[in-house]
């Protein structure tokens, strides 16, 4: 079956850092989402990338499709506290809609 | 405002009791998805709909029920076959066709005791 991970597992950083996560999969996917969920709420989408190589900014936060298909990056830039929560990210476009989720990266923004 | 909406936010149950969650959308989204999230984990896919009166197992189907009369409902039973139900539940909805980005309700946290 499909595979995807996402790392790392956890960040702990300071206010004010950047910070990056990525995903890679052992498929190559049409589509790469990147989602935040903060504590017992929803997942929210950030960013969403629909071709090889494309670079997208949603504020501070960059993410990228790689040209393998296979990988995307998520960069969030000068990190404040309300960034802290779990990111994930997701591939589709292969299987009716269905998605495929990362494990997720819980990320901790010290003040 | 247009979202997706799943009540109660809260719930609790007897083991041995069928619970249904309610998931609704005012998105006029074709599909839609019932996930499941436990602690500390990723998101595990349940059932899933791509139009009305059709519904699809997901990864984890098993003990749980769906149905999909109307486009904007997709209610989930968690019956008491399921072995586990305590978990955080999540709905989403999506255009369909050619588009996979997903929208996700706030979330219900079903505790059985």
């Known amino acids: 079956g499909q595979q995807l991970n996402q790392s790392p597992q956890s960040m702990f950083i300071q206010e004010g850092e950047d910070v990056s996560m990525n995903c890679t999969s052992s498929?190559?996917?049409?589509?790469w989402l990147w989602y935040k969920q903060d504590p017992g709420e929803g997942p929210v989408l950030l960013i969403a990338?629909?071709?090889?190589?494309e670079l997208t900014s949603n504020g501070r936060l960059t993410a990228q499709f790689g040209i393998t298909r296979k990988d995307s990056f998520l960069n969030i830039s000068a990190s404040i506290p309300s960034d802290v929560g779990i990111y994930f990210c997701?591939?589709?476009?292969?299987?009716?809609?269905?998605?495929?989720f990362g494990q997720g990266t819980i990320l901790t923004v010290h003040p | 405002d247009g979202g997706i909406t799943q009540s109660p936010k809260y719930l609790f149950r007897k083991e041995g009791q069928n619970v249904t969650l309610s998931c609704e959308q005012n998105?006029?989204?074709?599909?839609m998805y019932w996930y499941r999230q436990d602690p500390g984990q990723g998101l595990r896919l349940i059932y899933y709909?791509?139009?009305?009166?059709?519904?699809q197992k997901g990864d984890i189907a098993e003990g749980y029920s769906v149905s999909r009369e109307k486009k904007e409902s997709f209610p989930l039973t968690v019956t008491s076959a399921q072995k586990n139900p305590t978990a955080f539940y999540l709905c989403?909805?999506?255009?369909?066709?050619?588009?996979?980005?997903?929208?996700f309700g706030p979330g219900t946290r079903l505790t059985v005791l």
């Open positions: 990338l629909y071709k090889a190589g």
């Open positions: 998105l006029n989204h074709d599909a």
């Open positions: 989403a909805s999506s255009p369909g066709g050619q588009s996979d980005t997903q929208y």
């Open positions: 709909s791509q139009i009305v009166n059709d519904f």
């Open positions: 498929s190559i996917f049409n589509t």
């Open positions: 997701a591939e589709g476009g292969t299987s009716y809609g269905k998605l495929t």
